[in-house]
């Protein structure tokens, strides 16, 4: 069973950066890719940033692009979430997720399969 952990969420000021880390464990060699997803109190869970582990591509939801970068380590079982200039809409529970297949990975309903127990981010105005 996969198994993801993440950390780096706090109470940061708007305009600040924080970075999440989440850290991957099990058969990982099963992973197709990983990401992040956040939901903010009262709304639907959304997508962020996620990077195909074979090649290292990857996509941003409208709202970060410019803003957010995902990256992994060399091993691609850890990644990062760099946030800058954060918001206060950025305000979220921000979960560090992973998928098995294409299918899901592109899927904007299918859920992922592996999901983190999820971090806090707050930015105050």
């Known amino acids: 069973q996969v198994k993801l952990v993440e950390f780096g969420g706090r109470l940061v000021r708007a305009g600040g950066s924080l970075r999440l880390s989440c850290a991957a464990s099990?058969?990982?060699?099963?992973?197709?890719?990983m990401g992040w997803f956040r939901q903010a109190p009262g709304k639907q869970r959304e997508f962020v940033a996620r990077f195909r582990r074979s090649d290292g591509n990857t996509g941003y939801a409208n709202s970060v692009k410019e803003r957010f970068t995902i990256a992994p380590d060399h091993t691609r079982d850890t990644m990062y979430l760099q946030m800058n200039n954060l918001k206060p809409e950025d305000t979220a529970v921000y979960y560090c997720a992973a998928s098995n297949s294409e299918t899901t990975y592109y899927s904007p309903s299918k859920p992922w399969e592996h999901w983190g127990q999820g971090t806090q981010v707050t930015v105050s105005s």
């Open positions: 099990g058969p990982t060699f099963r992973l197709y890719g």
